[in-house]
Nanobody
């Protein structure tokens, strides 16, 4: 059993900043890629940023230069630092991780957090 729990969402004015956190817990053998997705009302879920265990990053074009993803592998955590927020960033943000778990015959499992709402509005 693996869980991802996000925190840090909330209401922020345009131009503001926010930091999201995600903690993975449970019977984890290994955590591979961790990332953030978001889903705005009426839109499909999209990748915001992702980061493999050993580094390297992928960002959506819409957030490049404004968002920064980082990880603390010792704590099984991933963060999303968001700057210069705009109303279009309003969405439910979901943490995602690829993991292997104790006792599983499957080598790689996708796990999702419950989501945290980010609202950018004046």
């Amino acid at each position: 059993q693996v869980q991802l729990v996000e925190s840090g969402g909330g209401l922020v004015q345009p131009g503001g900043s926010l930091r999201l956190s995600c903690a993975a817990s449970g019977s984890i053998l290994n955590v591979y890629v961790m990332g953030w997705y978001r889903q705005a009302p009426g839109k499909q879920r999209e990748l915001v940023a992702s980061m493999p265990t050993k580094g390297g990053t992928v960002y959506a074009d819409s957030v490049k230069g404004r968002f920064t993803i980082s990880r603390d592998n010792a704590k099984n955590m991933v963060y999303l630092q968001m700057y210069s927020l705009i109303p279009e960033d309003t969405a439910v943000y979901y943490c995602n991780a690829g993991v292997s778990v104790f006792g599983s015959t499957v080598g790689y499992l996708e796990v999702w957090g419950q989501g945290t709402l980010v609202t950018v509005s004046s």
